[in-house]
């Protein structure tokens, strides 16, 4: 297998991975690393494709076994048609480890993919022993969802807006609001072009992401008061400078209500924190499988 350097040279147009078929749906995912120990899969944020998380993370990474996966209709999976919700992405991610014959994994999600990982850990805990959350999108009550994710789905409008204006202006804006994510720290050189990022101004992802976040209050709503049942380990790994996802609201509260839980808040980090501080990463996903192996050692 080529390298992960050499993964993302790959134009956008083409994968990087390999497709599995589940339940109808075809998505996308990229195996790295050696066996042994208990694999982490991660889940990328909003807007993103498996690339970002594996432009940061993969060399601190590079000794564990890791399922990259493109989540259900953005980068080059599929999404099945009708409504969708956290709950829904959980079921068949779950249903994707079991296919692939993977028993259990950590899950490492940012951003929204980290909303998505609580869903799984809260509905298939079997499949999920322990958690990593990036920058996590966690609380409802955060506002309201930006105007064109809302009218992407109207009638007559939504056509212009991923047909016409997406292509041309969302396009120009894809470094800008990079740079304004991982702010105040640096954005690395070439990202937009590594992470394959225009991905999201084609017309089939930009719909499936603006649905996520149109709703992404009741999403949330259906599942915040719920973190307490959450019984696995839980690292949440936050930048005190995050403009996206505020740390306060968001970490911070949710890492009160976890029973086995708790945040690190890394000073001068904003929203991209597996990029610069992907050692930290890679320190929370060691401790999460001590954790487990040490509950498993005194269950025996």
């Known amino acids: 297998m080529p390298s992960a350097d050499a993964l993302l040279e790959t134009p956008s147009a083409e994968p990087v991975g390999q497709f599995e078929t589940v339940a109808g749906t075809r998505l996308h995912f990229l195996e790295t690393g050696p066996e042994g120990d208990i694999p982490v899969l991660v889940l990328h944020g909003a807007s993103a494709n498996l690339r970002d998380p594996l432009m940061g993370l993969h060399e601190a990474l590079s000794g564990r076994r890791v ?3 493109d989540r259900p209709g953005l980068g080059h999976s599929q999404r099945p048609n009708g409504r969708w919700s956290p709950q829904a992405e959980a079921r068949l991610i779950a249903a994707f480890l079991y296919q692939r014959g993977i028993d259990e994994v950590i899950v490492a999600g940012h951003s929204w993919g980290g909303a998505i990982a609580m ?12 958690v990593v959350l990036i920058g996590p999108a966690l609380m409802s009550n955060v506002g309201d969802a930006a105007f ?4 992407t789905h109207w009638p007559f409008i ?6 016409l204006i997406v292509p041309v202006v969302a396009r120009g804006q894809l470094e800008s609001g990079a740079r304004s994510a991982f702010a105040p720290e640096p954005m690395p050189e070439d990202y937009v072009e590594r992470t394959a990022l225009d991905l999201l101004v084609t017309a089939r992802v930009w719909k499936a992401n603006a649905a996520d976040m149109a709703r992404v209050n009741t999403h949330l709503a259906e599942q915040d008061s719920r973190y307490g049942e959450i019984t696995q380990p839980v690292i949440i790994i936050a930048g005190s400078e995050d403009s996206v996802v505020s740390t306060r609201r968001h970490s911070l509260v949710a890492a009160e209500m976890l029973s086995d839980g708790g945040v690190i808040v890394i000073d001068g980090a904003g929203h991209n924190p597996h990029f610069a501080h992907a050692d930290r990463i890679a320190e929370a996903v060691s401790d999460i499988t001590l954790r487990v192996q040490a509950r498993r050692a005194a269950a025996q």
């Open 119 to 130: 869903r799984l850990a809260l509905d298939h805990p079997r499949a999920v022993s322990g």
């Open 67 to 69: 399922i990259w996966l």
């Open 148 to 151: 064109y994710n809302r009218a």
């Open 158 to 163: 939504g056509p212009v807006i991923t047909r």
